[in-house]
T-cell receptor, first 114, second 116 residues
Framework: AQTVTQSQPEMSVQEAETVTLSCTYD???????LFWYKQPPSRQMILVIR??????QNATENRFSVNFQKAAKSFSLKISDSQLGDAAMYFC???????????FGKGTRLSVIA | DADVTQTPRNRITKTGKRIMLECSQT?????MYWYRQDPGLGLRLIYY???????NKGEISDGYSVSRQAQAKFSLSLESAIPNQTALYFC???????????????FGPGTRLTVL
């Protein structure tokens, strides 16, 4: 079975600084999808970024980018120029295809310090 | 209006009561999912449905049942609620079209359930 591990239960970053959230996963598949979701205090689940495993180029969305290391099964999220609104719980997730059930990590709570 | 809605948003109930959580979507998606979130455990899959006639158990289906009344509606029932079912419950949807393999899952706002 696929598993997703987020080894940092909590992280903090100064406003305007850069922070990296770690995620590792285990799968025997060669093609799959990885996601980062953000959950602010409103508890809404918001997709931040996704990565298709067959694409070597790392995905980017504005201030958010990933470092996808397929051989190492690592999928970290980098947030640049951190803002107060980035404070949230962040979940890493895996799916075999883009629209099959997601397997989530346990989450990393990010605090942003003004 | 929200594309994926869940009712109720919050519910407090007692041990042994039957509870139904409802999910509706206007996105026209075929696939629907129920997840449960517990502090420190992330989200875990309870049930999922790829169409009205296809329902599958997830990782933690014991104590739960589901009904897919229509393409747009997917309900989760707790037949006899117990305190360790206290959690945040999410419904999600995704689209399936031939050749489309990277669609996103869209989540509802969640239902906070407390079982006393």
């Amino acid at each position: 079975a696929q598993t997703v591990t987020q080894s940092q239960p909590e992280m903090s970053v100064q406003e305007a600084e850069t922070v990296t959230l770690s995620c590792t996963y285990d799968t025997s598949e060669s093609d799959y999808y990885l996601f980062w979701y953000k959950q602010p205090p409103s508890r809404q689940m918001i997709l931040v970024i996704r990565q298709e495993a067959y694409k070597q180029q790392n995905a980017t969305e504005n201030r958010f980018s990933v470092n996808f290391q397929k051989a190492a099964k690592s999928f970290s999220l980098k947030i640049s120029d951190s803002q107060l609104g980035d404070a949230a719980m962040y979940f890493c997730a895996y799916s075999f295809t883009g629209n099959t059930p997601l397997v989530f990590g346990k989450g990393t709570r990010l605090s942003v310090i003004a | 209006d929200a594309d994926v809605t869940q009712t109720p948003r919050n519910r407090i109930t007692k041990t042994g009561k039957r509870i139904m959580l409802e999910c509706s979507q206007t996105k026209g998606h075929d696939r629907m999912y129920w997840y449960r979130q517990d502090p420190g455990l992330g989200l875990r899959l309870i049930y999922y449905s790829f169409d009205v006639k296809d329902i599958n158990k997830g990782e933690i289906s014991d104590g739960y049942s589901v009904s897919r009344q229509a393409q747009a509606k997917f309900s989760l029932s707790l037949e006899s609620a117990i305190p360790n079912q206290t959690a945040l419950y999410f419904c999600a949807t995704s689209d399936y079209r031939e050749g489309l393999t990277a669609d996103t899952q869209y989540f509802g706002p969640g239902t906070r359930l407390t079982v006393l």
